[in-house]
């Protein structure tokens, strides 16, 4: 048997604990909340990365893509612009 007290256990972490600068907890998340939407919604705005919201968009886009395509396969058959300005003779 020792006569030592009883360790005391450590304080439970609730949303009230100061973690860090003086922050409390829900601060803290809040604050990296934040942060990570900025960084989202500044990604987003930079690559233009927007999800097409209905079936008519997204037909629409195939389309364009298609067409693009068409057009870009067509513009290889054609010949450079020096073989089509020589003048004969």
Known sequence: ATTEPPKKKPDPVT???VVIWGLRLWQVIGIFA???LAVIITLCCIFKC???????EIEARYAQRQAAKTYADKLETVPPLNELTEIPG
């Open 34 to 36: 934040i942060f990570v």
């Open 50 to 56: 927007r999800i097409p919201r209905t079936k008519k």
């Open 15 to 17: 949303s009230e604990t």
